[in-house]
């Protein structure tokens, strides 16, 4: 049954008034609304306190459910509720609610609002709050499809500032947000980005909207941020309105392009847009608009902060949800896709021959469960063999020398559809296998590795193909220990870490090369392959480096000056910049990237 039933309706609701503070909620079913907590009339307070696991199999509500009632919350957390809609949260009937610095995440409706459902005449007020991986399950053509799944509003008023809606899915329309029937809802200082939408059946069936869709409503986005959000079938990946007004101000619109009834763009439909001082993407007419990269800081890891140099600030305006910069400059990561089939990289044997020790890492993402044998990384020698791959159902590690067994790891398939990364290490005496920072398994084997073949990303020989991403590729010469694995997992490195024989971060976009970053040459051939974008790591930290000599040369009108930098001892630099007569901006160039040892 419910876990906490309120029910004021004979009572004197004004003195209905209930605190619950540092409490977990949870595995409430039940048929009617409100299976974690029933709130019909009277006021509640909730702090501090988890509601999970609840469901309402036949009405709305799973985690709460409010009646004619009011609801304030301040620091919780209301997760993997279910219900037919509201599966975290349905406020309904006059109910006024204000939540705070609380997030609402994986939370499941069969129709409307994953997340969140409001309805009849009610208020909400949310402020610092992160509405996030919730999900509407019910197609376009099932019965009235789904809509909302981070946000539904139907005849309602709705206040949103300072939080995120991100990483929501509707199957039908309203990834992010849906609002219908007069409804009202303003966004201030909100970041919504990531939100999916259109299942099936996108562009002609429904119009998908992975930000969201209005019908006879009003909508306002005051310096919000609304990037990288896709209908999955086509459709509006931007947000939809018909008979509505949406009025956006000081926002940024990027990346959510799409399609409907002919016409393309982020901003679709019959609704009035009013857009003034923003920053869109394919330009939008109004006054102060314009079209211009906003150089987010590291968008794959969810960082929708502006770079220094993002024309959206200045020191006196700003566009978008942030106010401050929040990083010097850009991290964009790339990495390249494989089909399947014939892609490859080909590196040379000599990447890893004669090592005592080693450490192999990467990062891969499956497209999709692997068929047959699947390789990442992959030699096949007369005497030596090594390789990370999938193999029938499972995935395989394997390392063998002339002289020894076949050493074999084996674990279950990781997930498709997620990056994981994978660290091999060998000290000379010990094998170990870690799965994202977690050691797998080991076994003992000695002797240095001697690689004579093509060492393969990605295939064997165009015979056994890897259908997924590849990024952060990285051969050390020494074997890491977990701390050392943890402490580089979530980052891209930088080239210059200790013992690093190669480094590939996949960020120099090349046709047919794949560039090794330490300088040491290990490059690599690409066949085929797709450039896309890459795993969701921190941008590289770069050591200080130290000036050893500045050196300046004077020939009559052109000056030319270069400096030698160690890097903290792990890599020499030297630059150097010319000024002539062709104008006063100077030109920079790396004349070359050495060891220390070879400094003389």
Not at 41 to 52: A, K, V
Not at 249 to 276: M, P
């Amino acid at each position: 049954g419910r876990v906490i039933d309120l029910n004021f309706s004979n009572s004197d609701s004004s003195h209905g008034v209930t605190i619950i503070d540092g409490f977990t909620i949870r595995n409430g079913i039940w048929d009617a609304s409100g299976a974690g907590i029933n709130l019909y009339y009277g006021h509640l307070e909730i702090n501090n306190s988890i509601i999970e696991d609840n469901e309402s199999t036949a009405d709305v509500g799973g985690g709460i459910a409010v009646d004619n009632g009011s609801l304030f919350m301040y620091n919780c957390s209301i997760r993997a509720n279910k219900a037919r809609s509201g599966g975290g949260l349905a406020v309904r009937s006059f109910s006024e609610v204000g939540v705070n610095e609380s997030s609402l995440n994986n939370n499941d409706a069969i129709q409307q609002g994953g997340g969140v459902f409001i309805s009849d005449s009610s208020s909400i007020h949310f402020g610092d709050c992160n509405i996030s991986y919730n999900v509407t399950y019910q197609d376009c053509f099932t019965g009235q499809g789904s809509q909302g799944a981070g946000i539904f509003i139907s005849s309602s008023h709705l206040y949103f500032s300072d939080g995120v809606i991100i990483h929501n899915k509707s199957a039908d329309t309203g990834g992010g947000i849906f609002a219908s029937e007069g409804s009202n809802t303003e966004f201030y200082h909100a970041v919504i980005y990531g939100n999916q939408a259109a299942e099936v059946g996108g562009g002609v069936n429904t119009v998908g909207a992975g930000i969201g869709a209005a019908f006879d409503s009003n909508v306002n986005f005051t310096h919000c941020s609304l990037a990288d959000n896709i209908t999955l079938s086509g459709g509006v990946g931007g947000f939809f309105g018909a008979n509505s007004t949406i009025d956006i101000n000081n926002s940024i619109f990027w990346n959510n392009n799409g399609e409907w009834q002919g016409s393309n763009g982020q901003l679709l439909g019959s609704a009035t847009y009013n857009v003034n001082y923003s920053n869109i993407q394919g330009g939008y007419d109004g006054d102060g608009n314009f079209d211009e990269n906003p150089q987010f800081c590291n968008p794959n890891i969810g960082n929708y902060q502006l770079s220094e140099n993002s024309s959206s600030i200045t020191d006196s305006s700003f566009v978008g949800a942030y106010n401050e910069p929040g990083c010097e400059i850009a991290y964009i990561n790339y990495a390249i896709n494989f089909d399947g089939i014939s892609d490859q990289v080909e590196l040379s044997p000599t990447f890893m021959n004669g090592l005592g020790e080693f450490t192999f890492q990467a990062m891969f993402y499956a497209n999709e469960e692997q068929s047959g044998i699947s390789n990442i990384i992959q030699h096949d020698g007369p005497d030596h063999d090594f390789y990370l791959r999938y193999e029938n159902g499972i995935f395989r590690a394997v390392q063998k020398h002339s002289d020894s067994d076949y050493g074999v790891i084996d674990i279950e398939e990781p997930e498709a559809n997620v990056w994981h990364q994978i660290t091999f290490t060998y000290d000379g005496s010990i094998s170990t296998f870690y799965l994202n920072g977690d050691e797998q398994g080991s076994f003992d084997l000695t002797g240095n590795y001697v690689s004579n073949e093509t060492i393969y990303l990605g295939n064997w020989d165009q015979s056994e193909g890897f259908n997924g991403i590849l990024d952060e590729v990285s051969l050390f010469d020494y074997a890491l220990d977990q701390n050392e694995i943890l402490e580089y997992s979530g980052m891209a490195l930088s080239g210059f870490e200790p013992g690093l024989i190669a480094h590939f971060s996949f960020d120099q976009v090349n046709a047919d090369t794949l560039i090794d970053i330490t300088g040491n040459g290990n490059d690599g051939i690409i066949n085929g392959c797709d450039w896309v974008s890459g795993a969701p790591v921190n941008a590289p930290e770069f050591p200080e480096p130290e000036i050893i000599a500045i050196n300046v040369e004077v020939n009559g009108n052109n000056v030319t000056f270069d400096f030698e930098a160690d890097t903290a001892g792990l890599g020499y630099f030297d630059f150097a910049w010319e000024l002539n007569d062709y104008g006063r901006v100077m030109s920079m160039k790396v004349l070359a990237l050495k060891a220390l040892d070879q400094v003389y």
